[in-house]
């Protein structure tokens, strides 16, 4: 659907209520790689000729839900430093970050279908990802409470390492217990408070 001409209020709500139900399909307790249009169509109470309307093909719908996923992740920094002292913004989004390698792995099988495509979808995610760790970076390390010589690609590409083992069994716990020693990390070193 074009972004230019902003939709109708109904339509809107047909867009949301596709995207919820496709999250679920894909995401929810119940995920299913193989999720029809029409089951999720049906789920979001639309005919599948309304999904189509908004999502060309199951490939745009699966990049949509991804896209919101990244939204919501990307969106958390913010509302964290408003909440937390830098270092603990941090620490907390590192934890995020690791619970979105968690869904994305329930989605790990959907996204393969985009992973053929010239979709833009997973390098501007990494991008993001980068900004708001480089954010959550700076911030601490105005404070005098995170080290300095870190970039925000940096520290993605070592989750990303920490995450990569997630085919292991009970690779959850590992991972948030090397994120905690990567945290740890980011503190030793330190600049003193400016």
């Known amino acids: 659907m074009p972004a230019s001409r902003p939709l109708r209020a109904d339509a809107r709500r047909n867009r949301e209520a596709l995207l919820s139900a496709a999250r679920q399909a894909f995401l929810g307790a119940d995920a299913d790689a193989h999720a029809h249009v029409e089951d999720i169509a049906r ?10 309307r908004h999502f060309e093909t199951r490939e745009a719908l699966i990049e949509e839900v991804y ?4 939204d919501n992740l990307c969106a958390a920094p913010g509302a964290l430093l408003d909440q937390h002292a830098p270092e603990e913004a941090l620490r907390r989004f590192l934890l995020l970050l690791v619970d979105h390698a968690a869904v994305g792995k329930g989605m790990s099988s959907v996204l393969e279908s985009i992973m053929a495509t010239d979709s833009p979808v997973f390098d501007d995610a990494r991008t993001r990802m980068a900004d708001a760790l480089s954010l959550l970076l700076e911030s601490g390390s105005a404070a005098g409470t995170v080290r300095d010589d870190v970039t925000g690609s940096t520290l993605l590409r070592a989750l990303g390492g920490i995450c990569g083992m997630r085919a292991t069994e009970g690779w959850l716990a590992e991972a948030r217990q090397i994120t905690a020693l990567l945290f740890d990390g980011l503190r030793h070193g330190a600049p003193q408070s400016r």
Not at 67 to 70: A, I, P
């Open 43 to 52: 789920s979001a109470g639309v005919a599948v000729g309304t999904l189509y």
């Open 67 to 70: 896209r919101k996923e990244v």
